[in-house]
T-cell receptor, first 116, second 111 residues
Framework: GAGVSQSPSNKVTEKGKDVELRCDPI?????LYWYRQSLGQGLEFLIY????????KSGLPSDRFSAERTGGSVSTLTIQRTQQEDSAVYLC??????????????FGPGTRLTVL | DQQVKQNSPSLSVQEGRISILNCDYT??????FLWYKKYPAEGPTFLIS?????DKNEDGRFTVFLNKSAKHLSLHIVPSQPGDSAVYFC??????????FGAGTRLTVKP
């Protein structure tokens, strides 16, 4: 498939455990974004990767959240010591942004995280 | 801080009529605006966009209007169809390319 893929689709974990969420962007897309959607809320920006530049981490809610993008492709969002308020759908999006020009983002199906 | 606001959580219209979804923003640095449509259990899909140098962009049944002085944009769908029933997110982006989304408006089009 040519779209953005995310895994796992669902993750249930216990409070205090660490989780890793994976995103495979569309091949050739230089920009990758992570968002989360909590129940009844809009999409909350978390982090943005553009090419080889340092990521924009301004949206990360706490230092328990981190993300990396290896080789300019696959990205992993890690949440350490999960809390119940971390429960949300985590969405990844990618776009083709030569020279950083804003372009349409294509979203993956999301990972639904439930922290018990 | 909510820089993009969609004040109507839901909207219901009759098939064939016009749907108008509204969005307000506070950051004057935003220069690119988009609408996304989201079905349950799926990621948002891009619908239509507008640059701040324009005040209207039309694509088939969908038209987006931008009023920069009021920091307001709207999405018009005409005629509305039952398949348009979804959650619609307004989004805005500035020079740093990170995108801010509204809380979404759930549109229901009744047959």
């Amino acid at each position: 498939g040519a779209g953005v893929s995310q895994s796992p689709s669902n993750k249930v974990t216990e409070k205090g455990k660490d989780v890793e969420l994976r995103c495979d962007p569309i091949s050739g897309h230089t920009a990758l974004y992570w968002y989360r959607q909590s129940l009844g809320q809009g999409l909350e920006f978390l982090i943005y990767f553009q090419g080889n530049s340092a990521p924009d981490k301004s949206g990360l809610p706490s230092d328990r959240f981190s993300a990396e993008r290896t080789g300019g492709s696959v990205s992993t969002l890690t949440i350490q010591r999960t809390q119940q308020e971390d429960s949300a759908v985590y969405l990844c999006a990618s776009s083709f942004q030569p020279q950083g020009i804003t372009d349409t983002q294509y979203f993956g199906p999301g990972t639904r995280l439930t922290v018990l | 801080d909510q820089q993009v606001k969609q004040n109507s959580p839901s909207l219901s219209v009759q098939e064939g009529r016009i749907s108008i979804l509204n969005c307000d923003y506070t950051n004057s640095m935003f220069d690119y605006f988009l609408w996304y449509k989201k079905y349950p259990a799926e990621g948002p899909t891009f619908l239509i966009s507008i640059s701040s140098i324009k005040d209207k962009n039309e694509d088939g049944r969908f038209t987006v209007f931008l009023n920069k002085s009021a920091k307001h944009l709207s999405l018009h769908i005409v005629p509305s169809q039952p398949g348009d029933s979804a959650v619609y997110f307004c989004a805005a982006s500035g020079h740093n390319n990170d995108m801010r989304f509204g809380a979404g408006t759930r549109l229901t089009v009744k047959p």
